[in-house]
């Protein structure tokens, strides 16, 4: 498998077993938000996500499920606390260089695609990275590769309009994945999705962790996610507690 920008492909570091830093370390990280009154969204949270782990999180409305995608996404910060992201202590880190870490090392995947509606599935893929300012014909060759990952190189030059949902779904998984990132956060991804549209992405996100080791973390209100990933967390009161 050829790398698409980074020097160490996601590969690699599996490979590393024991040795390998946690891609995603929580350490008592905390989340309230001011108020008044104050609310603890999150509770002091201790998580290890190691290279090549898949995870689910699941929790009922307000438990605190989106607090933690943006602290592990380095989009908020916690109150208390630490996130460590491939060994890399984020709190000391300025706003450009949380910024920078969030375009390299973390993928984003939501439930609603935000694809571009007049470019096409390629053209879509091709912009991930462009902030991290690599050239355009990297940027598009990282793109076809990406597309081949999610099975949808024969959808390349299709608009977003001419794709089903699951196939938006997984341009969009394409495009998260076109800057190798250490781990793809996934909120809700089968959210907008029927019942064999959630089935054919669930395949396509055990192919990518089984097959290229990509670490996976899916917040999801969908049990049928959850049964698929190989470690189950569920989230109360902005507590995590096993779910299996
Ligand atoms: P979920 O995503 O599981 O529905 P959230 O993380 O959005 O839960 O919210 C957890 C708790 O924090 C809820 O009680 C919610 O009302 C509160 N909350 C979320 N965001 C804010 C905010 N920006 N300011 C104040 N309270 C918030
Ligand atoms: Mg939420």
């Known amino acids: 498998m050829t ?10 570091r599996v490979a590393d077993g024991q040795s390998a830093v946690p891609v995603l370390e929580l350490d008592r990280a905390a989340r309230t938000y001011p108020g008044p009154p104050p609310i603890d969204a999150l509770k002091p949270t201790t998580l290890v996500v190691a290279a ?23 989009l908020d910060r916690p109150t208390s606390g630490r996130v460590i992201v491939d060994g890399i ?32 599935a390629a ?38 309009t001419q794709l089903s949902g699951g196939e938006r779904q997984r341009v969009a998984i394409a495009r998260a994945l076109a800057t190798r990132p250490s781990l793809l956060l996934c909120d809700e ?22 097959r290229l080791g990509t670490t996976l973390l899916v917040i999801t209100h969908d049990l049928s996610v959850a049964a698929r990933s190989h470690r189950h967390i569920s989230i109360r009161d902005g507590v995590l507690v096993p779910a299996d």
């Open 52 to 74: 090549g782990d898949y995870v689910a999180i699941t929790g009922p409305s307000g438990s605190g499920k989106s607090t933690l995608l943006n602290l592990m996404g380095l």
């Open 189 to 210: 991804p089968t959210g907008n999705l029927d019942t064999v549209a959630t089935g054919a992405l669930l395949d396509v996100l055990d192919d990518l962790n089984t």
């Open 123 to 160: 053209e879509n893929v091709a912009l991930a990275g462009l902030y991290q300012k690599i050239p355009a014909h990297v940027r598009r060759n990282a793109a076809q590769e990406a597309l081949a990952l999610v099975g949808l190189v024969h959808r390349a030059d299709a608009l977003p």
């Open 89 to 120: 202590d984020t709190s000391a880190l300025s706003e450009r260089d949380r910024t920078a870490m969030r375009g390299r090392r973390i993928g984003f995947v939501f439930q609603a695609f935000h694809l571009m509606p007049h470019r096409s």
């Open 3 to 12: 790398p698409l920008f980074s020097t160490a492909p996601v590969t690699d």
